[in-house]
């Protein structure tokens, strides 16, 4: 599809979701006109048009949590644009990763789970400080709650392991993992950080070995 044949609406504008590209969640909708949509497209980093300041806003332009474009695609009618990003920050003004936070309906059987829908519940938690949630506890007793937490499960890991019971070590793992994303969500890391050094250092490991069959 041409650009010359997007349908942007009376106001000259079209919504815009965007997209984390390695995950697949939704971060923000927010709206282009032609000129930020020009500015994405020349910049590859995601500019849009306020609506409540009638201004152009680069993302990141204040906060550093730049959007990086990998793809742009329209819809079938073309007045509507899907941005897939790769982003240095959370999405959100309230610090979690995806403007997308607030459950409405969730079925109870179908549900899909990944640790970066945990990891923004987990911030959620932190930007609202929901009465009750045993997550927003931890940030509030502050980090060194939270270190003593990490350093707590790591040692159930261990006694679970030597024990030799797999169903225990399982569930000291989950608590471990847990507890880890919470003390990533107080440093401000995120676990595209995690997994961006994880394949670097496969990538070197592959390089080794390979070197070493040579």
């Given at each position: ?206 390089k080794v070995k390979q070197e070493a069959m040579q």
């Amino acid at each position: 599809m041409e650009l010359s044949q997007l349908k942007f609406d009376e106001k000259g504008l079209i919504p815009a979701v965007v997209q984390d590209f390695e995950t697949g969640a939704v971060l923000t909708v927010a709206y282009m006109n032609r000129e930020s949509l020009d500015i994405t497209l020349r910049e590859k980093r995601t500019c849009f048009y306020s609506r409540s300041r009638q201004a152009l806003w680069r993302k990141g332009e204040t906060s550093g949590n730049v959007q990086h474009v990998v793809a742009i695609h329209a819809d079938c009618d073309g007045d509507a644009l899907v941005v897939q990003v790769l982003k240095d920050g959370p999405a959100c003004h309230t610090g979690a990763e995806s403007c997308f936070f607030n459950t409405l309906y969730q079925d109870e059987v179908q549900q899909k789970f990944t640790l970066e829908a945990l990891y923004a519940l987990i911030l959620g938690r932190k930007a609202e400080m929901t009465a009750g949630s045993y997550t927003s506890y931890l940030f509030e007793k502050g980090r060194e709650k939270i270190l003593k937490k990490v350093g707590e499960e790591s040692t159930e890991v261990v006694i679970a392991a030597m024990k030799r019971d797999e169903q225990e070590t399982v569930y000291e793992i989950s608590d471990l993992c847990y507890h880890l994303l919470v003390l990533m969500a107080e440093c401000g890391i995120t676990p595209a950080q995690v997994k961006q050094e994880l394949a670097g250092r496969h990538v070197v490991d592959h390089k080794v070995k390979q070197e070493a069959m040579q």
